[in-house]
């Protein structure tokens, strides 16, 4: 039987997280994140993690998970979340999760088939190969998903090729056509099914908010934050830094672009990836949504929608 998860998702820089925060402290909750770029150190400010202050008062989970040079798929949150799920559940304690990474929520609600682990033997290997050859490699063993991952996202790419060379199979096989359950690899199992509550609120009012936080982000440090990832020996190139505002002030920090052009070119892509990411959520059923005028309305309406599952 699957477990339900009391889930609340919506657009980057609604205010997810401060609704998250309030039931955690109202009701003694715990914290899952599903942020495809809070899993990674040192990216603190440009990925709108949680403070040292608030983490001391709520517990969060999946934040810090690994380093900017690590490779990190969909597939190492899945087996991550279902640890910290399966410890919660042992301890007996209630959590919600919280994010608006689409691919993460549906490999997690929605496994297609059963990724193999990863093996950090084939993984170092792989990670030693320049981007070009990785590419090419990927165009020869499995050209259907060559066509649909960027030649430039790294992260993807030496996925889809582990999968390869420890299944055997093309990614693109094993989503056509996985293996039945009881069978080596095993089928995708649905262990857990969402309780969904989405936030919205009108465009207009999101990019006003999107702007701000932005424009906040710069005001606590962001240059800075990327300047001392450089400092570090981080490469610019890296999949985590994919992340919108760190690509853009590794710009400026390399003297390709102004400050203001950085910031605006990271305001525009936010506001985009907003609206992809809303477009993701309208199309996944069951999910309840909530308008997000003022934050105590929408704590009242969450709290008559989850008493069963978590309060």
């Not at 039931?23 to 899993?39: M, T, W």
């Not at 709520?58 to 990190?72: A, E, G, N, T």
């Not at 919660?88 to 304690?93: G, H, I, S």
């Not at 069951?286 to 704590?299: A, M």
């Amino acid at each position: 039987m699957p477990i339900q998860i009391p889930t609340i998702v919506g657009p980057t820089g609604i205010g997810k997280t401060e609704i998250a925060v309030e039931l955690a402290q109202k009701y003694n909750l715990e914290i899952i994140s599903a942020d495809s770029r809070q899993v990674y150190k040192y990216l603190d400010i440009g990925t709108a993690k949680p403070s040292k202050e608030l983490r001391q008062k709520v517990r969060f989970h999946m934040l810090d998970v690994v380093k900017p040079d690590v490779p990190y798929s969909a597939a190492d949150f899945v087996r991550d979340v279902s640890k910290v799920i399966k410890d919660l559940r042992q301890q007996e304690k209630k959590f919600i999760l919280v994010g608006g990474s689409g691919l993460y929520l549906k490999a997690l609600f929605q496994p297609f088939f059963k990724a193999p682990k990863t093996d950090l033997e084939l993984r170092a290997e792989l990670t030693k190969k320049t981007l070009n050859e990785l590419y090419q490699q990927l165009k020869e063993v499995d050209p259907e998903s060559a066509q649909k991952i960027h030649s430039n996202d790294r992260q993807r790419i030496i996925r889809a090729l582990e999968i390869y060379l420890l299944t055997g199979k093309t990614k693109s096989e094993l989503i056509r056509h996985p293996p039945q359950a009881g069978e080596e690899k095993g089928g995708g199992e649905m262990k857990y099914v969402p309780f969904y509550i989405g936030l919205f609120m009108p465009k207009k009012i999101l990019n006003e908010k999107i702007d701000k936080r932005f424009d906040m982000m710069i005001e606590q440090g962001l240059v800075k934050e990327v300047k001392n990832l450089l400092d570090r020996g981080y490469e610019e190139d890296l999949y985590a830094f994919n992340a919108i505002g760190y690509r853009e002030i590794f710009q400026y920090l390399k003297k390709r672009i102004s400050l203001e052009l950085a910031i605006m070119v990271a305001k525009k892509k936010s506001r985009a990836y907003a609206k992809r990411q809303f477009t993701w959520f309208k199309h996944q059923p069951g999910i309840i949504w909530i308008e997000y005028k003022d934050r105590e309305e929408v704590i009242k309406k969450i709290t008559e929608l989850f008493p069963a599952i978590v309060i």
